[in-house]
């Protein structure tokens, strides 16, 4: 009648040292090949520039940031927003061949679903901002920069590992 579904292998993740090595590699290939390091926050900028030139287009092309994103037509075919989609499909292919695709929210359970989701919604914002004025987020920045010896790649990293351990004390149980 009733049969229990198949159960899936789970894979384990890879040890610390294989996936340094081989982000470390990819991040040399990226370098080799195309000219620039890895990042991501560029990709939501681009976004933005998009957005913006769908819904205000005067405004903003006459805007001093977004104005050059969209000086040459889609800002969305830049590299890094490519490279964003490609890690996004990427990680979605690796999480069902390891079977680890599932669905979640960490931590519902013990505040509850509102609270933790407008946490971590003024997180990533925050975060977001913070990368922008940065000038790069902790793969654009943080791995790309330190790659190429980049003193404020170095900077932000002790920033941004200071600011999450003291995030982390200030909203402990969240």
Known sequence: MFQTPPSHTIKPFWQPLTAGMALGLVLLLTF???????????????????LGLEV????????????????N???MSSWITWQVVGV????????FMAGR???????ACSVGTPKRVATALIGGMLAGFGARVAAGCTSGLGL?????LGIAA???LGTFFAAG????????GL
């Open 56 to 71: 205000a287009t005067a405004s903003t092309q006459a805007n001093a940031y977004l104005g050059p994103m969209v000086k």
């Open 144 to 148: 790309s920069g330190a790659a190429t």
């Open 154 to 156: 170095f900077v932000f």
């Open 32 to 50: 080799l090949l195309t000219g620039h390091g890895l990042g991501a926050t560029g990709a939501s900028t681009r976004a933005a520039a998009w």
């Open 165 to 172: 351990l003291l995030a982390s004390r200030l909203v402990k």
């Open 73 to 75: 037509g889609n800002p």
């Open 88 to 95: 996004a499909l990427g990680a979605l292919v690796a999480a």
């Open 101 to 107: 695709f599932r669905v979640q929210l960490d931590g």
